[in-house]
């Protein structure tokens, strides 16, 4: 294999993330580039024009890898510009990265990508430190797959900048296709529900036999497999893993083991508890969410549309649907915005807070056509908890923008997914 561009040649769609990306590529020698396995690293840096005069090597590669870890500094004789993908692999190599940076750091410019986030941080935060700057990839925004440009609300709404209330030219189909099918960049040419399906089948399949065995001893994968499927179960959630424990019939000291695995491999993320005001009583369990609403609805038990439109965690997946979004946009921000979810021993609750310096928005998410004052009662429970807040916001699958409160809009979720202006 050539490893300088073997260039795949796939449906590449280009992603926000190179808005924030390629300014720091600029000014900083390395830049490491973090996410779950088949989020598009790979396609992303062998593919986009902006990568195109980079010297490109992969350490799947059996002959690179032990030149890797021969003579690493070979590697990059002849670029100033390199990116190594697995690089976790090669942990010599980031010793010969520090030992080049540290001679001259403007002489070469290093992009390190790899999917064992435990992996490939822990070597690179070890041998790198000061050194890089880390960016994760999340699976596809709606608005990437459609080659649409990064949408505008969320810069705009945490700085005070709240949409016009109007109608939006169309109305869409509530989005129970994309929530079966999940955002993962492969997933792009699979129209079919069975295509899919056996594609989300493999995923898993891999993940556990291969990326698992990687990083630690499972002692039995059909138990690993029962804990995933519990957890999507609890998607938007506050976690318990006493009751994960119980029903799964696994101790909780592996729980809690496995519970860390999924998390430091990307395919998990837990959202903590909003305390900014530390003398309320806030819950502090965390909320769990998987990355992609997909695989959720896979492990649920739901392979298509139509029984998602019945399913009582419909409401839950279309959340991480939503969620997924607002990560992305969240890790576009400088410095990257804080994502919360808030909710009090009393049960007023609110499904996302994000913070962003001082500016701080409320958002609740409803898989519903009509936003309705009954949805506001959180929104407004904490906004007198906070009334420094910039706003509330409901996100829901209708298509009017419009006010419920002094400081609270509902706003159609297509408008942050870049699907619409």
Known sequence: MNENHSRQKLVF???????????????????????ARQVGKSTLL???????SWKYVNLDDYNLLAQAEAEPASLWKDSDKIIFDEVQKAPKLLSAIKQTVDKDRAAKKFILSGSANLLLMSKVVESLAGRAVYFPLFPMAIGEMQSHPQPRIFADILNGNLPKPRVLPQTQEPPYQIMAKGCMPALLTQNKNELYLRWWEGYIATYLERDLRQLSQIESLPEFRRLMEAVALRSGQIMNQTEISRDTGISQATVYRYLNLLETTCLMQRIPAYAHNRTKRLIKSPKVYFIDPGLTSFLCGYFNAESLKQAKEAGNIFE????????????LTVPQAK???????????????????????AI???????????HIQGLSAFLKDYPG?????????????KYLGEKIIAVPWRMFTGEEK
């Open 13 to 35: 769609k280009p992603r926000w993330i190179l808005s924030a990306l390629l300014p720091v590529i600029k000014e900083n020698p390395v830049v490491v580039l973090t996410g």
């Open 46 to 52: 062998m593919n986009d024009p902006a990568f195109s």
């Open 320 to 331: 991480s649907l939503v969620l997924l979004h607002l990560k992305i946009m969240s890790e």
């Open 339 to 361: 994502i919360f979810y808030w909710r009090t021993v009393s049960g007023k609750e609110v499904d996302f807070v994000i913070e962003h310096g001082k500016e701080i928005i």
């Open 364 to 374: 609740e998410v409803k898989l519903s056509g009509e936003a309705e004052y009954k």
């Open 389 to 401: 807040a910039t706003a509330g916001i409901v996100i829901y699958t209708g298509n009017e923008i």
